[in-house]
């Protein structure tokens, strides 16, 4: 092989690389310059190095520490449950059924809203006074909830919210690997004796594995990430209960005009979800 078609593949990936390099990785390295940096301006109109000053500000700041908790509250609960709700739809909807065809267009519906027309609407059909859901509530004889301004209510009502968003989505993934796993593999288990169950332990999951692992990752980074719902729907409140560390570090820079503070609190998000990230590949890597 000559040197021009060794180069051939680097040169399809070249662009992607770029745009890696413009979108991601250019925006990192200016993230962690701001972080060192107040944003006091020196007489000369220069900001002031700090350097980790502003790390040292957020480790003393007991409002970051809250954020950290609902984060970590937040991602436990509703990373394993999306992955497990759209893993059992995926099942239902890769069945041949009378009506399943019904089922998943109803199903996948969510997919086609935007974020931010799906948190507007849910949070319109639970508000406490004229919403549909304390409409129906007080029909059953059930007296009406604050969901989203009850500090106790307000984070689960969130995960509710994120998950009916999220999990289609990731519903859609995990169907397609469901059905690039081949008949015969798992007529063969049938045919050696193993029931349904054992069959979707051990033929089916395996299989899976490399679906599931994109799944729990990318849907790891989504949550990680989110900040659409609590901005639109409670502000990180009430009372911080939804201060997730996303929004509240938007919060710090584009509200209290802290850019160094935030641009640290984003890089210790990103150090966290990486951190996170490679623990999920370590556990859920494919056996050879």
């Given at each position: 092989?000559?040197?021009?078609?060794?180069?051939?593949?680097?040169?399809?990936?070249?662009?992607?690389?770029i745009?890696?390099?413009f979108?991601?990785?250019?925006?990192?390295?200016?993230?962690?310059r701001?972080?060192l940096?107040?944003?006091?301006?020196?007489?000369?109109?220069?900001?002031?190095?700090?350097?980790?000053?502003?790390?040292r500000?957020?480790?003393?700041?007991?409002?970051?520490?809250s954020?950290?908790?609902?984060?970590?509250?937040?991602?436990?609960?509703?990373n394993?449950?999306?992955?497990?709700?759209?893993?059992?739809l995926?099942?239902?909807?890769?069945?041949?059924?009378?009506?399943?065809?019904?089922?998943?267009?109803?199903?996948?519906?969510?997919?086609?809203?935007?974020?931010?027309?799906?948190?507007?609407?849910?949070?319109?059909?639970?508000?406490?006074?004229?919403?549909?859901?304390?409409?129906?509530?007080?029909?059953?004889?059930?007296?009406?909830?604050d969901?989203?301004?009850d500090?106790?209510?307000?984070?689960?009502?969130m995960?509710g919210?994120?998950?009916?968003?999220?999990?289609?989505?990731?519903?859609?993934?995990?169907?397609?690997?469901?059905?690039?796993?081949?008949?015969?593999?798992?007529?063969?288990?049938?045919?050696?004796?193993?029931?349904?169950?054992?069959?979707?332990?051990?033929?089916?999951?395996?299989l899976?594995?490399?679906?599931?692992?994109?799944?729990?990752?990318?849907?790891?980074?989504?949550?990680?990430?989110?900040?659409?719902?609590?901005?639109?729907?409670?502000?990180?409140?009430?009372?911080n209960?939804t201060?997730?560390?996303?929004?509240?570090?938007?919060?710090?820079?584009?509200v209290?005009?802290?850019?160094?503070s935030?641009?640290a609190?984003?890089?210790?998000?990103?150090?966290?979800?990486?951190?996170?990230?490679?623990?999920?590949?370590?556990?859920?890597?494919?056996?050879h």
């Amino acid at each position: 092989m000559t040197k021009v078609e060794r180069s051939v593949p680097y040169l399809f990936l070249l662009p992607a690389m770029i745009l890696l390099l413009f979108w991601r990785y250019i925006p990192i390295a200016m993230g962690l310059r701001e972080s060192l940096y107040s944003n006091a301006l020196s007489l000369t109109g220069a900001k002031t190095f700090v350097g980790l000053d502003n790390f040292r500000y957020l480790f003393d700041d007991p409002v970051f520490w809250s954020s950290v908790r609902v984060t970590a509250i937040f991602g436990i609960i509703v990373n394993p449950l999306q992955v497990a709700l759209a893993l059992a739809l995926g099942v239902l909807v890769n069945q041949s059924l009378r009506g399943i065809g019904i089922f998943r267009t109803i199903l996948l519906l969510p997919v086609a809203i935007s974020i931010n027309v799906a948190a507007l609407a849910w949070g319109l059909a639970l508000d406490t006074n004229y919403g549909l859901v304390n409409g129906l509530l007080e029909a059953v004889g059930v007296a009406r909830q604050d969901f989203l301004r009850d500090p106790d209510q307000a984070l689960p009502t969130m995960i509710g919210i994120v998950s009916w968003i999220g999990v289609p989505f990731w519903t859609l993934f995990i169907l397609a690997g469901l059905q690039g796993i081949p008949h015969e593999v798992l007529e063969a288990a049938r045919v050696d004796g193993a029931n349904r169950l054992q069959t979707f332990l051990h033929v089916t999951l395996p299989l899976l594995r490399r679906v599931l692992l994109f799944v729990l990752v990318a849907d790891t980074i989504a949550n990680f990430t989110l900040f659409v719902p609590p901005y639109l729907l409670t502000r990180g409140g009430p009372g911080n209960s939804t201060n997730l560390m996303m929004y509240d570090a938007w919060k710090r820079g584009f509200v209290y005009g802290d850019l160094g503070s935030s641009a640290a609190m984003v890089l210790i998000l990103l150090l966290v979800m990486a951190v996170v990230v490679i623990i999920q590949f370590l556990a859920l890597r494919p056996q050879h």
